[in-house]
């Protein structure tokens, strides 16, 4: 058994996934461009049905002038931490594919593997010393206009990136929340033979 930031695994697995959480308290310190691309490098080789590897980011450093541009995408609760950030991230899933016959059909697994190339991304940041926040709180009409998003791509989610600061640096109501997440059981969501639940 596995304990770690008192999440504890029931059974044995590797500490990263334990170590790996969301933290909204940032440095601000700025990221550069070749320790960036290698957190992107990770996600290139997650799995993918057919090997169409549906996913897209676009991504802005802190010092540059797209971010400000990708912060204005974010719900404004998001804003209020993810501004400190290193890097901000919107993730894209290309949602139809092109057959051989130039037929364009839905690519059914597109949101699956995507989320697979985020979590390999996630993974490797946390391994590279920084930390991954990803918000489903994004404005996507308004991501797709400003990101110039062509049709038949859909937002997934935003990603924050930085080194993580000081819980104190966040306002108080988001202090309070600022610690590793526990999880659901696994009666919740594993099951044998046949679907149980809701």
Known sequence: MTEINHRKADHPIHSIFLERWSPRAFTGE????????????AARWAPSASNLQPWRFVYARRGTGHFARLLSTLDEGNQRWA???????????????????????????HAFDTGAAWFALALQTQLSGWHAHAMAGVDREKAIQVLGVPEHYRVEAAVAIGRIADPSTLPDDLREREKPSQRRPFSEFVFEGHFKGE
Request: glycine fraction near 6%; aromatic fraction near 6%.
């Open 30 to 41: 700025e990221i550069g461009e070749k320790d960036l691309l290698a957190l992107f490098e």
């Open 83 to 109: 501004k400190n950030a290193s890097a901000l991230v919107i993730i894209l899933s290309k949602t139809h594919r092109t057959t051989s016959t130039g037929e364009v059909r839905p690519a059914y697994t």
